[in-house]
């Protein structure tokens, strides 16, 4: 085995797409509200959490609002998103994310999630994957967003793995600053132009083993 011992993935953009579940709630309660909400916009509140999001939608529609309002809109919300989850079915895992994360057990590597989702539990229950991560720090967990490293530190601490010897799989800049900011390596999901400062970029969990992660961060 490698020096490396941990594994933390995100969850949204990594594991499943849930941003468009996000996306159709928020529209909704946008429509409602009056406000524009387009797909482009809703590339903004990937990562975010769910006060942050509706506040960045406040901000597109040039609105203001009580605190007490704005957490009624995120209750609404997530009940609308909740209907959405709770159809998720396994077959909505990206491409080869369960063949690498069982491999990776196979080969001794401690797994954890890190995610700004309160829903994740629910979410890795839906797709049957539970059972596959050694820790799971969601939402309810953590104090301060991505970029800060707080939720992958969590993570790292809960495997019993120094933070340098943990490896972070993250498609949002975001997250792969808040892995830096943790001392830690990032592979970033997505483009290189998306994701700069990733140690290495790749399309999906399907386009990559863990060795030759491995081999191309040691
Ligand atoms: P919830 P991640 C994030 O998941 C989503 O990308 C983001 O769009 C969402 O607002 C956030 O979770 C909070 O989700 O409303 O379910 O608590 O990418 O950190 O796995
Ligand atoms: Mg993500």
């Given at each position: 085995m490698?020096?490396?011992?941990?594994?933390?993935?995100?969850?949204?953009?990594?594991?499943v797409d849930?941003?468009?579940?996000?996306?159709?709630?928020?529209?909704?309660?946008?429509?409602?509200l009056?406000?524009?909400?387009?797909?482009?916009?809703?590339?903004?509140?990937?990562?975010?959490?769910?006060?942050?999001?509706?506040?960045?939608?406040?901000?597109?529609?040039?609105?203001e609002m009580s605190?007490?309002?704005?957490?009624?809109?995120?209750?609404?919300?997530?009940?609308?998103?909740?209907?959405?989850?709770?159809?998720?079915?396994?077959?909505?895992?990206?491409?080869?994310?369960?063949?690498?994360?069982?491999?990776?057990?196979?080969?001794?590597?401690?797994?954890?999630?890190?995610?700004?989702?309160?829903?994740?539990?629910?979410?890795?229950n839906?797709?049957?994957?539970s059972?596959?991560?050694?820790?799971?720090?969601?939402?309810?967990?953590?104090?301060?967003?991505?970029?800060?490293?707080?939720?992958?530190?969590?993570?790292?601490?809960?495997?019993g793995?120094?933070?340098?010897?943990?490896?972070?799989?993250?498609?949002?800049?975001?997250g792969?600053?808040a892995?830096?900011?943790?001392?830690?390596?990032?592979?970033?999901?997505?483009?290189?132009?998306?994701?700069?400062?990733?140690?290495?970029?790749?399309?999906?969990?399907?386009?990559?083993?863990?060795?030759?992660?491995?081999?191309?961060l040691?």
């Amino acid at each position: 085995m490698s020096e490396f011992k941990g594994l933390l993935f995100d969850l949204d953009g990594v594991i499943v797409d849930t941003a468009k579940y996000h996306f159709l709630a928020w529209k909704q309660l946008a429509e409602e509200l009056g406000i524009n909400f387009t797909e482009k916009d809703n590339e903004r509140l990937k990562g975010v959490s769910r006060m942050r999001s509706f506040e960045i939608i406040l901000e597109i529609g040039n609105r203001e609002m009580s605190e007490e309002d704005k957490e009624m809109y995120c209750t609404k919300k997530n009940a609308v998103y909740l209907e959405y989850i709770k159809k998720l079915r396994e077959d909505e895992i990206l491409p080869g994310v369960k063949d690498f994360l069982v491999h990776a057990r196979e080969k001794g590597y401690k797994l954890a999630l890190g995610s700004a989702s309160k829903n994740a539990p629910l979410i890795l229950n839906q797709l049957k994957i539970s059972d596959l991560f050694d820790e799971i720090i969601d939402g309810t967990k953590v104090s301060k967003a991505k970029p800060d490293p707080e939720v992958f530190c969590k993570g790292a601490e809960a495997l019993g793995v120094p933070y340098e010897q943990c490896i972070v799989f993250e498609d949002a800049l975001a997250g792969v600053e808040a892995a830096h900011n943790g001392g830690m390596k990032a592979v970033g999901i997505g483009l290189p132009e998306n994701l700069p400062g990733a140690e290495m970029h790749i399309p999906g969990l399907y386009a990559a083993t863990i060795e030759e992660i491995v081999a191309k961060l040691g």
